[in-house]
């Protein structure tokens, strides 16, 4: 079974890009991922496509978009809704399909500081740490714990 992640981020133009990227890239048939903010840029930022570039990832599709994407009756079921900045942690989210659970893996914004290096490395090893999980064995309040724990 593979689980859907939405991977949530206020302006959805660089720390949630790059973890759409890392956990469909790396999640192999356990995760299929999605990014969007609650109030979207409209455009990626090019920081995060000039890193992803350089860890030869593809950027073909990537778009800023709005969460209202995903939620309504057309929306894919969510399992997983992870915030990665604060501001998005903080806000009143839409009504997702599928009863996901949520955790926060907070960033440093890599718009704002410019260092698009360190925001991938911190994403790359939670989600190498969230695909190692045995996602398929586990009921959500241990998988909740487990993904908690991954914040570190």
């Not at 969460?67 to 839409?94: H, K, L, M, Y």
């Amino acid at each position: 079974m593979t689980m859907n992640v939405l991977v949530l981020c206020t302006g959805n133009s660089a720390r949630s890009i790059l973890g759409e990227v890392l956990i469909n890239e790396l999640g192999g048939d356990k995760f299929r991922a999605y990014s969007t903010g609650s109030r979207p840029v409209g455009k990626v930022n090019p920081g995060a496509l000039q890193k992803l570039r350089q860890e030869r990832h593809s950027v073909d599709g990537l778009e800023s978009k709005s969460w209202d994407r995903f939620s309504g009756a057309e929306a894919p079921a969510i399992d997983i809704v992870i915030t990665v900045c604060d501001n998005a942690a903080g806000e009143a989210c839409p009504i997702w399909n599928g009863a996901p659970i949520t955790v926060h893996w907070g960033i440093p914004d890599p718009a704002a500081d410019g260092d698009f290096d360190a925001a991938y490395t911190r994403l790359r090893n939670r989600v190498e740490a969230m695909v190692a999980l045995p996602v398929g064995e586990m009921n959500k309040a241990d998988l909740l714990a487990e993904l908690q724990s991954i914040h570190g």
